[in-house]
């Protein structure tokens, strides 16, 4: 037989069982909203770290300057002072120049050569004078060729001059003992051309010549027994030969 005091004693435990369950059933979703929070803290966390340890990707800046069309452009160099005019010229030889063998006597250089230039005759509006350059050195040497050539006037200044190459004479090698010498006949114009006046002196006078020998660059001068030469000082030149 059951007595009222066991009746209330398993209500009681009833009753803490309901509760316990309930509160079970409660604190279930709130533990597991802890575990949630507490991961997503420690991922964070763990990009943050990796993300102080890593290398910025912040472009970099370039100091170079470019252009409108996206070429670098630097500062422009330092332009070099303009040099005087020269007074001869000196082209290229033609194929076949400087034909020195091995063993064989060198080029004469200017240093061992002397120049003089002799008028001769003269034709309908042209002139002509013969050129010669003598081995004034003690070496057996070699000449090739045309050389340039270059009008200096009175003043001492450089006059317009334009050197044309004859094929009159086949370029060859000359060997030249010490006071030998190669001579070329050289021709100009006196009769106006273009702008030139026709009354007076077509134009200026030049008081020398100033001559390369071939395959040089340094120059001799020799006197100007002629008047002015016409057609912007061309002057036509024969190859060295034997004088």
Do not use: K
Request: glycine letters at 12%; aromatic letters at 2%.
């Amino acid at each position: 037989m059951v007595t009222s005091v066991q009746v209330r004693t398993m209500v009681a435990r009833g009753n803490m069982m309901v509760m316990t369950a309930r509160t079970t059933r409660l604190a279930l979703p709130v533990l597991l909203a802890g575990g949630l929070a507490l991961s997503a803290c420690s991922f964070l966390g763990g990009t943050d770290d990796a993300a102080a340890a890593g290398t910025s990707t912040r472009p970099s800046t370039s100091t170079t300057s470019t252009s409108s069309a996206g070429t670098a452009t630097s500062a422009p160099a330092a332009t070099a002072a303009p040099t005087a005019a020269p007074t001869a010229t000196a082209a290229p030889e033609p194929s076949g120049a400087d034909p020195t063998t091995a063993g064989g006597p060198d080029r004469c250089h200017t240093s061992e050569l002397s120049g003089s230039l002799v008028q001769g005759d003269s034709a309908a509006g042209t002139r002509g004078a013969t050129l010669t350059l003598t081995n004034s050195g003690g070496e057996t040497c070699t000449v090739y060729g045309y050389g340039g050539l270059g009008l200096i006037g009175q003043d001492g200044s450089a006059l317009p001059t334009t050197q044309v190459r004859s094929d009159a004479v086949t370029p060859r090698t000359v060997t030249l003992q010490p006071g030998q010498a190669v001579s070329a006949l050289i021709t100009w114009t006196v009769v106006p051309t273009g702008n030139e006046p026709t009354t007076g002196d077509c134009e200026a006078t030049p008081g020398r010549l100033s001559v390369i020998p071939p395959d040089e660059t340094d120059a001799l001068s020799v006197s100007w027994p002629a008047g002015p030469v016409c057609d912007a000082g061309t002057i036509t030149q024969d190859a060295y030969g034997a004088a």
